[in-house]
């Protein structure tokens, strides 16, 4: 059984030869391509990506109930092994919409009917591109590129986002170092790299962009862990341009045929290196690698997370709170009595979306197969490898109630031995897949399939996107912990 990741800086080798998926080994992540027509070879590859999850044969009422959608793997994921809500919305939502479950993590990246959200719906897919690239994660890559070309960006302009900042403003320029930071070191987030956007943009529209990353970086841990196959058609945001065309611009008569990303890149394009994926340098050549990195520091003792866990029930919150009179309103209607938390009154600053948002969080520690001990364990592993403080401590109370001892609880900081072998197989896929979504290998997902079952990998999976959601914004936004 594999051990839990040394959290220390981490770069795993990959060959830096060829880079087609059909090459890579089932025990080792993707390589991260460093050029754009690399990336391009690697999106179109994706097209014939092997699921990572069994799928049982189809009866004649399951053929019957899911219609068109069974002859895709994604619809079907959800459908044999997702609650049944879960397995009607989430990661294959339409970003920008407050969905529950199935790795939207109760959060989009791109339109939203909440009118309090003023940031266009083609900036927030440009923050979301810089998530998936930051993340590897092709299969979004892929559906956000098709996106911005049907938004009026050109290939030159997407090419730049990689690799040359300086083609757009300055404002979107930080706000493409934070969604970078965000996705890839949120255990560094501070009050400076809030206080830097406020010198473009207001706190609300700050915490827009943050529950927008947040459900991008969702939705690749959900994509990534399942191992869903690039859609033949770029996922149904219409064919690629030609050369010197905007998708706009294409006459209304032109036939709809398979897009393909492997199209022509500008000359000054070919070999720039792309600086928004994390890289490993190698030490002889000084040159960049193809190895996927990830970097966290070594977890901290127990004393330390006492006294951080203390500083946290302290610290005021980087972004504003509704009171808690006018955040009842937006609250679902079996909400018990009593103080509201702050990612509560947080989220109500979206009143229109609040309440999608509220129950989406609330449904995932609730519905499901999982036990609510495993639940809780995971958001503990998870929350420590990401520094998410308010996270780590909701996720300790809830281990307190559930009748766990504080021994008990920092056990899942070591070696896990003290545990089962199942779980210790879904305890990696969570902390690998939490860490950056390529860590996790097909052999990790084998493992725990063999040893859990398919129905609690997948759910585990969603679950996993919803912690890494919750993370990132309540850290970001330094909530204090409640008493």
Known sequence: MKQPLPLFSIG????????????????????????????????????????????????????????????????????????????????????GTARAGGGGGGFGGGRD??????????????????????????????????????????????????SDWSAFPQAEQAAFAFARKFTFEPHQLCDADIDQLRKDYTDLQILEMILSMAGNNSINRWKEGAGIPQSQNGGGFGRRPEVGQTATSQPASTPQVPESYLTPTADRFQTRVTRVAPLAIDQKSGEPTRRTVFQRPALESREEVKRTLLAAHQRTPRLPLVDETKAREVLPDNWPQGSLPQWVRLLANFPSSAKARISSIR????????????????????????????????????????????????????????????????????QRLAATPVIL?????????????????????????????????TEATGLALEN
């Open 12 to 95: 795993l080798f990959l060959a830096s030869a060829g880079i087609a998926l059909g090459i890579d080994s089932k025990s080792t992540p993707r390589p991260v391509p460093l050029t754009r027509p690399e990336m391009k070879e690697y999106l179109e590859d994706m097209k014939v990506r092997k699921p990572r999850i069994p799928l049982p044969e189809l009866t004649a009422e399951d053929k019957e109930k899911l219609g068109e959608r069974g002859s895709g793997y994604e619809a079907r994921l959800r459908y044999h092994y997702l609650p049944a809500g879960e397995a009607r919305a989430g990661g294959g939502a339409t970003p």
């Open 113 to 162: 009917n909440d009118p309090d959200m003023t940031l266009s719906y083609k900036f927030k897919v440009e923050l979301f591109w810089i998530v998936s690239r930051t993340n590897n994660c092709q299969y979004c890559l892929g559906h956000q590129e098709s996106k911005l070309l049907a938004a009026g960006m050109v290939e030159d302009e997407i090419a730049a986002l990689d």
């Open 363 to 430: 449904s995932a520690e609730e519905r499901g197969d999982l036990s609510r001990l495993l639940k809780a364990q995971v958001s503990w592993i998870i929350a420590r490898q990401d520094r998410a403080w308010y996270a780590a401590g909701r996720a300790q109370q809830r281990l307190r109630e559930l009748g766990q001892s504080d021994d008990q609880i920092y056990q899942l900081d070591g070696d896990w031995k003290e545990f089962t072998a199942t779980e210790r197989s879904l305890f990696t896929v969570a």
């Open 441 to 473: 290998t097909d052999d990790d997902v084998d493992d725990a399939v063999k040893l859990a079952g398919p129905r609690d990998v997948v759910q585990l999976i969603s679950y996993i996107t919803n912690c890494a959601s919750f993370d990132r914004i």
